[in-house]
């Protein structure tokens, strides 16, 4: 079946920053793809350049098949909506629920009746807003942190998008609401068979929510799979290094921060990787079934 989203080659440069360095991703119908690493990997970027806000510098998206058309980025977007992670900033102090759910539609030239009735009501029920008439003309500080990323959450689906790309969605709320948001999001999937690529750097929100994880570092994807493959049977180092590190059995990774304007010859994670061989240094390993790792060939060899 043809990918709802995808990154073919995918490059993203800024200046000598190679924050996006040759990445292939794809998200398909129904799917929740979590796209996980550090912070500065260029997990933002990249998910930037999924929904057209970034150009990427080489490599195109797709988008059902079709390479994204920069000239109709307006209407890409209704269809590939970005839910960023602090939706205080996102909202209008001055603007009502209403006005700010209602904006996207406006902008976008719709009617005020969707599939499913009123554009914004039902928006706001979708998003777990109930009844959404109470929540009509209350302004952003009369909102709790959970109930405002809500609000972001149904101006995007206002739209009636077919894909959200959410940008570390529940990082800035309270540990109390965020498990409410990653139910809400896995219920669009469910309900709506909506597709979501959730950039995070929590693997525990992936084993929460995904059904696939990319694990990207430096620029790369280095490792994908179903969330089992990856979180229990991980193959790469970086990922087995982050899993050991989030469930307190080793120290957090050593080494120099990775620098995307420096990306080390061979592997780039060969500077901070326990297993390295002697030909990480010199040789870049491909993306193998899912890993990109000379290890993990020499091991299925053997
Ligand atoms: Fe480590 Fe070498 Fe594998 Fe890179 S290729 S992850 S340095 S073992």
Redesign the pocket.
Known sequence: MTPVLEARGLEIAYGRARAVDGVDLEVRQGEIVALVGESGCGKSSLARALVGLVRPTRGEIRYQGAPLDYRRLKEYRRHVQLILQDPGGALNPRQTVRAAVAEGPRLHGLKGDGVNGDRVTSALAKAGLRPPEDYLRRYPHELSGGQQQRVVIAGALALEPSVIVADEPVASLDASVRGEILKLILGLRDELGMSALVVSHDLGLAWNIADRVAVMYLGRI?ETGTVEEVLIRPR???TRAMLAAASGTATPLQGEPPDPARIPA?????PR?????D???S?D?PVRAGV?????VLEEIS
């Open positions: 280095v790469h180092p970086y061979g592997c780039r994670f060969h990787c326990a297993s390295r061989t030909e990480c240094g040789i390993p990109a790792c000379h290890l993990t």
